[in-house]
């Protein structure tokens, strides 16, 4: 069973804030060519990506690292495991798989669900989160949900039950923690790649 979320109100906001502004990824993205999105992004996950690595094993770096986020850290990104990536390089990385394999529209609306939804789930569900489930909440499931509802009532040109499939397996996804076997996949990973996964499936059927 997996602990409820070390993180005080504070902290979650805090944590909330940086991810939002992950915002302006989609709200660029919609305005530039796949390519440039790309040449921006390959370079950003790659930095982020160094930094995730150095911080296991340079002291320096893990000594600013540890000083600097701790406090915003999730139970299991603190955890000994030198292999997992913390939640910005996840959803740095979500970005750069979604404009590689994904249509832009489908891209842009995932990723905005997992940049606005996720934001709202967690800060409702930890200030009005009554009925528990694991670490979440129906109060913040029901917040992400609503949220995306309106996101995908604001993208131009997203039909409307490929978005509502999509905010449906967003929901879902952010509900429950993905595993491949005993790896944990970050929410930032999953919900954006398989809501944009059901988002394909769909309009292959329904368009």
Request: net charge neutral; aromatic share 12%; proline share 3%.
């Amino acid at each position: 069973m997996e602990a409820i979320d070390r993180l005080e109100l504070r902290y979650e906001i805090a944590r909330k804030a940086i991810h939002l502004s992950s915002l302006s990824i989609p709200l660029i993205y919609w305005y530039i060519s796949r390519d440039l999105a790309l040449f921006l992004l390959v370079p950003l996950f790659s930095g982020f990506f160094l930094i995730d690595l150095l911080k296991n094993f340079f002291e320096p770096v893990s000594v600013w690292y540890h000083k600097t986020f701790d406090s915003m850290l999730r139970t299991h990104e603190l955890e000994g495991n030198k292999t997992y990536l913390n939640g910005a390089t996840h959803i740095v990385m979500a970005a750069l798989l979604l404009v590689l394999f994904f249509p832009k529209i489908i891209a842009v609306t995932a990723f905005t669900m997992v940049a606005v939804s996720d934001t709202m789930a967690a800060i409702i569900g930890k200030i009005f989160g009554k009925h528990r489930f694991g670490q979440k909440s129906l109060e913040g499931s029901a917040a992400f949900f609503l949220s995306a509802l309106l996101i995908i009532a604001v993208v131009p040109g997203l039909n409307i039950v490929v978005g509502v499939a999509m905010a449906i397996t967003a929901t879902l996804t952010e509900a429950f923690i993905v595993r491949i076997g005993d790896l944990r996949i970050d929410d930032n990973l999953a919900i954006p790649l398989v809501s944009a996964t059901i988002g394909v499936l769909c309009s292959f059927i329904f368009l």
